[in-house]
């Protein structure tokens, strides 16, 4: 009910829309979001990796989904998991080191060719987004095998480096352009456009080598940190130039111990973190409009 209500608001604003479902049976919600203290006892559910009828039963749920919207002229895509993450759970970080540990469920590439397979069995025509491992990084993307199905879109979300996207107010910041360790190597580089050109080519030759459609359904950065909005400028004209489109990150919890204390990519509060209010306009806000603006096709030809 509540998504058959997102999804009429989105129908009002002439909006399109991508179903994609964070969690399911044998994960929860805490799962992307990570252990801490505040987690309620019992909510850290993150089984469907070890448990094949856990599996399954995300199929059988996609499988419902695809019955229940298919045809829906607001829905554009299904988005089979938010930042498949078994390696985050495992504590693995290097690509080459988990795939050649793990080809079991573990591994995303083992059984969400079932979810495909399911959705197709009632739906042939809604296109299906597939992200990569590691929370869709794109240096994961290289390992992200893919299926035969014409009406695949394959996906990452872009926040690199973390160092910049995900900093926290107060103190020394680092800033865009600017020059510190973006890759925790002890390092310092430089980070600008060349460092973003090259960080997202790993994307492009994947790309090209599989001659399959890319695009980037999640990124952002915080707020308040120094050249935000020109970081946002430059990403969106690399996204244009290759082709791929791309949405935005923007959380709104209705728990509200969320709800109170995740506000830092609500890039409509503007740069002062303690700011929790709307602002007609911000440089964020600008950015964003500017390239929105090219947007020209809305769901049942309205202009």
């Known amino acids: 009910e509540n998504l058959d209500c997102l999804l009429e608001m989105a ?3 002439r909006l399109f829309a991508v179903i994609t479902f964070r969690s399911g049976p044998g994960r929860s919600e805490f799962s992307i979001l990570g252990a801490a203290d505040w987690v309620p006892p019992g909510h850290m559910i993150e089984s469907v990796w ?18 229940r919207y298919m045809g829906n002229p607001v829905v554009v895509g299904y988005d089979l998991m938010c930042e498949p993450n078994s390696n985050g759970i495992l504590d693995i970080w290097n690509p080459a080191e988990f795939y050649d540990r793990y080809s079991d469920g573990h591994d995303w590439n083992t059984w969400y060719p079932a979810i495909v397979e399911a959705i197709r069995s009632v739906d042939a025509d809604t296109p299906i987004l597939v992200s990569s491992m590691s929370f869709g990084d794109v240096e994961w993307l290289p390992y992200l095998q893919t ?3 014409e009406r695949i879109v394959y996906t990452f979300h872009q926040y690199s480096p973390h160092e910049y996207t995900h900093q926290e107010a107060g103190g020394e910041l680092n800033s865009y352009p600017g020059k510190f360790d973006t890759n925790y190597d002890g ?6 456009l060349p460092w973003l050109q090259d960080f997202l080519s790993i994307a492009i030759d994947w790309m090209v080598e599989n001659n399959r459609p890319l695009a980037v359904n999640e990124y952002g950065v ?3 940190v120094p050249g935000a909005a020109d970081y946002l400028w430059d990403e969106m004209n690399l996204f244009e130039q290759n082709g791929w489109n791309y949405a935005i990150w923007m959380w709104y919890s209705a728990w509200e111990p969320l709800a109170e204390g995740d506000n830092d990519f609500n890039f409509r509060f ?3 973190p303690d700011n929790l209010t709307d602002m007609a306009s911000t440089d964020i806000l600008e950015v964003l409009r500017e390239f929105w603006a090219r947007n020209t096709t809305r769901p049942q030809g309205n202009p």
């Open 50 to 67: 070890e448990d094949p009828v856990a599996q399954a039963a995300w199929a059988a749920m996609w499988r419902y989904t695809a019955e």
């Open 187 to 192: 390092n310092v580089e430089v980070f600008d």
């Open 147 to 149: 299926v035969e199905d």
């Open 11 to 13: 129908a009002e604003a």
């Open 270 to 272: 503007g740069p002062n």
């Open 222 to 224: 915080v707020r308040w």
